[in-house]
């Protein structure tokens, strides 16, 4: 596995890679790596040719009072499982290398629509650090394609929409949430949790399946169902930011043309922000009359 810690550098050895004819895909993360990010590391090798995996804790998607000095860096593990997935190139920049002349941005994306509800209505910039970072890493990467995980579900529809936008010609695909036995969504946040909060955590997902089951029977009354399960959340234990059911293309409210809704929540345990979403098909009213659901 080659490593790269300049833009430069990173040029030099994809040049190389296009020269050869190879398909370049792409794992952008934060580090600190888990099996959710290998098995996004696994879906770019199955698809592609040469895989480069960026490592960076991109200080501008960090509010003031969010936890970017206490973000676990593991770089030296990290290093050994990516290797050990085959990666051909790790790219872990500085933030100087990121951010030359930093704080002094200028230009950033945005994609406000998709950005300022949920998850960005709670932690305001959060998006626009997001699009601005991996628009970046994009330009210096140039990849065939880039892998993100679905448990970031709203993340994941911001890099949809700005590649879209701004005609970017990278393949995204989104790879399915990975979990623990229990359900939990795997985190890199999941080791803030005492242990007590630990046994707790798996409820989140436990209640997202509650109410998809409620879904999938037929119960479309969507602002009592979130206001039911608000209260599930409360009194297991946690402090909701939302539970909310959307539109899974849009994130936009369920309309009679939507064919697959997303329950997304994000709510605190302690002082550990948990997010995690399911999804559901829905399929046009079949010739029985009857609502069909995948
Ligand atoms: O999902 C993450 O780890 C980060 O938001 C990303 C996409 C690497 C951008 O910093």
Redesign the pocket.
């Known amino acids: 596995m080659q490593t790269a810690a300049t833009v430069k550098a990173l040029r030099s050895i994809t040049a190389k890679a296009r020269q050869d004819g190879l398909t370049i895909g792409f794992v952008?993360?934060?580090g600190n790596l888990h099996d959710g990010h290998l098995k996004l590391v696994r879906q770019a090798r199955n698809t592609c040719d040469f895989v480069i995996v960026?490592i960076?804790?991109?200080p501008l998607?960090f509010g003031p009072n969010e936890d970017l000095a206490a973000y676990p860096r593991t770089l030296a593990a990290d290093k050994e499982k990516l290797f050990a997935e085959g990666t051909n190139l790790l790219f872990a920049p500085s933030v100087d290398e990121m951010y030359p002349g930093n704080p002094n941005l200028q230009t950033q994306v945005t994609v406000p629509e998709i950005s300022n509800t949920l998850c960005g209505a709670v932690r305001p910039g959060h998006f626009t650090?997001?699009a601005t970072?991996?628009s970046k890493?994009f330009n210096m990467v140039q990849p065939d394609t880039a892998i993100?995980?679905k448990k970031?579900f709203q993340?994941l529809l911001v890099?949809r929409r700005m590649v879209n936008d701004l005609s970017m010609p990278i393949e995204i695909v989104g790879v399915d949430t990975a979990r623990s036995d229990d359900g939990l969504a795997l985190s890199s946040r999941n080791g803030y949790l005492n242990s007590h909060q630990r046994t707790i955590a798996p409820r989140l997902h436990k209640i997202l399946q509650d109410y998809r089951g409620a879904l999938a029977s037929g119960f479309d009354n969507y602002a009592e169902l979130e206001h039911l399960a608000t209260a599930d959340l409360y009194a297991a234990g946690f402090r909701p930011d939302y539970f909310s059911i959307k539109d899974a293309s849009t994130l936009a409210e369920v309309t009679p043309e939507t064919e697959e809704v997303v329950i997304l929540t994000a709510a605190m345990l302690g002082n550990t922000r948990l997010i995690d979403n399911v999804t559901l098909a829905l399929n046009p009213v079949s010739d029985w009359g009857m609502l069909a659901v995948n």
């Open positions: 952008p993360t934060m960026s960076f804790v991109n998607q650090g997001v970072v991996v890493l993100f995980g970031d993340q890099i």
